[in-house]
């Protein structure tokens, strides 16, 4: 089926735009002398007579769609597609003119209407090419907006594959530490290693059943950061102190599994667990005046720690999920002094952020728009 017969709105718009083609019909009859009381219902019906078979092109563009077939093979097909259509248009509007001519008394039309058939076939031809020329166009824009949905599908899913792929470097890279600490226990203090391996199973547990989803709440992800916290509560004791202050109201606010816990893995292990005496771990969580998530961590560190370059994987990790899931929305800010670390993360205040990321937004709007 034609795509303007499927949709009516269209269809109206359509035929809307032949009501010049009307005028000129309308003029050319009025100069061979026709009855000005047949000439504008003649004109008329003629003009969306040839509106409907000006719907034929469609087919025969799509039978040699460009650039893919030549001007000349077009040519071929379209001109004696126009003749012939332009034939069948007069041969009925001749019709026509005769039925009226008899039925209501209006003698000597129809040779009228033959002296103008030479106009009427050229403006009929003419029609035709216009038509056709519409139908190359619209076929050229349907293609340019495939290839931009398509262009913006495939977008997505690199975006979701490098998701995945970021948020699979997080568990490898939290596990070995977690180890790590787990073989030097066991030969210190057995107990707490059990310990430390229940509370290791619990955090990977909880971290598989909101892993898998691409939101989850600031509440749930807190409680991600807590588990992690307890492991480490259990190898440094009273050396990890944590204050933590989370403003009312935002626990609902959704962002990316996961995304906390390199944060506050980098302050433990690269901060506080390198000083001897321990040190203080701060989070912070609220919104700024222009009603953004802000969520805060400091903590205290080494002066005389040798300094590295970069900022490690895990930091990366988070920059790099930032960029990927929310765009310019959101920043991480980090500040290293003397003996503290300042870590900032700016995050979109939504409360739902699991609604569709910008570029699949397109990508339905698009797709809605092919539909329509």
């Known amino acids: 089926m034609h795509p303007l017969l499927a949709n009516p709105r269209r269809l109206g718009v359509y035929l809307l735009a032949w009501l010049p083609f009307a005028g000129l019909l309308d003029g050319?009859?009025?100069?061979?002398?026709?009855?000005?009381?047949?000439?504008?219902?003649?004109?008329?019906?003629?003009?969306?007579?040839?509106?409907?078979?000006?719907?034929?092109?469609?087919?025969?563009?799509?039978?040699?769609?460009?650039?893919?077939?030549?001007?000349?093979?077009a040519l071929a097909i379209h001109a004696p597609a126009a003749s012939l259509t332009t034939s069948l248009w007069l041969a009925g509007a001749a019709l026509v003119v005769s039925v009226a001519e008899e039925g209501f008394g209006r003698s000597g039309q129809i040779a009228l209407f033959r002296q103008t058939a030479g106009s009427l076939f050229t403006l009929g031809v003419?029609?035709?090419?216009?038509?056709?020329?519409?139908?190359?166009?619209?076929?050229?824009?349907?293609?340019?907006?495939?290839?931009?949905?398509?262009?913006?599908?495939?977008q997505v899913v690199a975006r979701d594959a490098e998701l995945k792929v970021l948020r699979a470097q997080i568990d490898p890279h939290f596990l070995f530490n977690s180890l790590h600490s787990i073989a030097a226990l066991t030969t210190t203090d057995p107990p707490a290693a059990r310990r430390m391996c229940v509370?290791?199973?619990?955090?990977?547990?909880?971290?598989?059943?909101?892993?898998?989803?691409?939101?989850?709440?600031?509440?749930?992800?807190?409680?991600?950061?807590?588990?992690?916290?307890?492991?480490?509560?259990?190898?440094?004791?009273?050396?990890?102190?944590?204050?933590?202050?989370?403003?009312?109201?935002?626990?609902?606010?959704?962002?990316?599994?996961?995304?906390?816990?390199?944060?506050?893995?980098?302050?433990?292990?690269?901060?506080?667990?390198?000083?001897?005496?321990?040190?203080?771990?701060?989070?912070?969580?609220?919104?700024?005046?222009?009603?953004?998530?802000?969520?805060?961590?400091?903590?205290?560190?080494?002066?005389?720690?040798?300094?590295?370059?970069?900022?490690?994987?895990?930091?990366?990790?988070?920059?790099?999920?930032?960029?990927?899931?929310?765009?310019?929305?959101?920043?991480l800010t980090l500040r290293e002094q003397p003996d503290r670390f300042d870590a900032d993360l700016v995050l979109p205040g939504r409360m739902h952020a699991s609604e569709t990321p910008a570029g699949a937004q397109e990508v339905h709007a698009a797709a809605s728009e092919m539909q329509a």
Do not use: K
């Open 126 to 154: 003419l029609a035709f090419a216009l038509s056709v020329a519409f139908h190359y166009l619209a076929m050229a824009f349907e293609r340019s907006r495939r290839a931009e949905r398509r262009a913006l599908e495939l």
């Open 199 to 331: 509370l290791l199973g619990d955090f990977l547990r909880a971290g598989l059943r909101v892993g898998q989803r691409p939101f989850i709440t600031l509440s749930d992800e807190l409680s991600l950061v807590r588990g992690y916290l307890a492991i480490e509560q259990v190898r440094l004791g009273a050396r990890l102190q944590v204050i933590e202050h989370v403003a009312e109201g935002i626990g609902d606010v959704e962002i990316p599994p996961l995304l906390l816990h390199p944060l506050v893995e980098n302050a433990v292990t690269h901060g506080i667990g390198q000083l001897l005496e321990g040190g203080r771990l701060d989070l912070r969580a609220g919104r700024d005046s222009s009603g953004r998530v802000r969520v805060s961590l400091t903590n205290t560190c080494d002066p005389d720690r040798p300094r590295r370059a970069g900022t490690g994987v895990g930091l990366e990790n988070v920059r790099r999920r930032l960029a990927t899931v929310y765009g310019h929305e959101a920043s």
């Open 28 to 73: 050319t009859l009025r100069s061979a002398g026709m009855d000005p009381a047949v000439v504008p219902m003649l004109a008329l019906a003629m003009a969306l007579f040839y509106a409907f078979l000006g719907l034929t092109p469609y087919y025969l563009c799509r039978l040699a769609p460009l650039p893919q077939s030549s001007i000349w093979r």
